[in-house]
Structures are given as C-alpha cells and as structure tokens.
C-alpha cells in the first residue's frame, strides 16, 4: 500500500497499524483518515478512498498547534458550519 504524504508530498508505505485502519476506513467508506507520514513523521489527514491524491486545496495547509505542539490544527465544514478543531497526537495516539 503506498500513500501521498500532503505534507511533504513523497510517497511512502504506511505501518502495519497505519495501514490495517486504512484498510478498515476504505470498507467503511470514510473520507478522513489521520496517519503518520513515515518520511516527514507528521501525522497528516488523508482520504483512504484515493491514497496517491492531496486533496488540499492550494488556499488550505497543515498547521500544527502552537499550544500543544503534539497535533494539527484542521478546518471541518458540516452543513454551512465551519469547526476548527485541534487533532491531538498525544490524546488520540498515533491512529
């Protein structure tokens, strides 16, 4: 299996543990996976239906928390509500 990290764009293979919940995310259909990049080491969002496609839009970009320092920060829009959310490394772990 083999993924495009849109942080550091390179291609790599994910871990085992990475790569059995991609494979779960693809069954259920989800849109949003976060796993860790094995290149850059950043944990970064990607879509498990097309893993060699970033679907970040040139207007968007990964930031990480400047509070906690161990996650991103990531923009969610539901139903013309617009979340701003803070994935934590730390509390979460490495999905």
Do not use: R, W
């Not at 989800?30 to 060699?52: F, R, S």
């Not at 968007?60 to 991103?72: A, N």
């Amino acid at each position: 299996m083999e993924v495009k990290c849109p942080n550091c764009f390179k291609i790599f293979s994910p871990n085992k543990t990475d790569e059995t919940f991609l494979l779960t995310a693809i069954k259920k259909g989800q849109k949003l996976a976060m796993i860790e990049c094995t290149e850059c080491y950043k944990t970064v969002p990607i879509n498990p239906l097309n893993l060699l496609e970033i679907e970040i839009k040139s207007s968007d970009k990964i930031m990480d928390c400047p509070i906690c320092k161990e996650g991103i920060i990531v923009h969610i829009k539901m139903k013309q509500k617009i979340f701003t959310v803070v994935v934590n490394v730390a509390i979460y772990g490495k999905i």
